[in-house]
């Protein structure tokens, strides 16, 4: 089980290393940003401005 729980302020690259099961999550709400170079430093919170998704509901479903 995931001890650390992913936040808006994580980059999409951090959130990959301690959740790789993640990427699935992220493609299903059409972030296909997963090898971007921007990746490595856009948190989650910027990335999900810029796909138009809604925030608190992936970090639900990312943490779920």
């Known amino acids: 089980m995931d001890t650390q729980k992913i936040t ?4 999409i690259a951090e959130i990959i290393k301690i959740k ?14 997963i090898g971007c170079s921007v990746s490595r430093s856009e948190s989650l919170r910027d990335a999900v401005e810029v796909h ?7 970090v639900e479903k990312l943490n779920g």
């Open 52 to 58: 138009g998704i809604e925030l608190t509901k992936l």
């Open 8 to 11: 808006p302020e994580m980059t």
């Open 20 to 33: 790789p099961e993640a990427i699935a999550i992220l493609r299903e709400h059409g972030m296909h940003c």
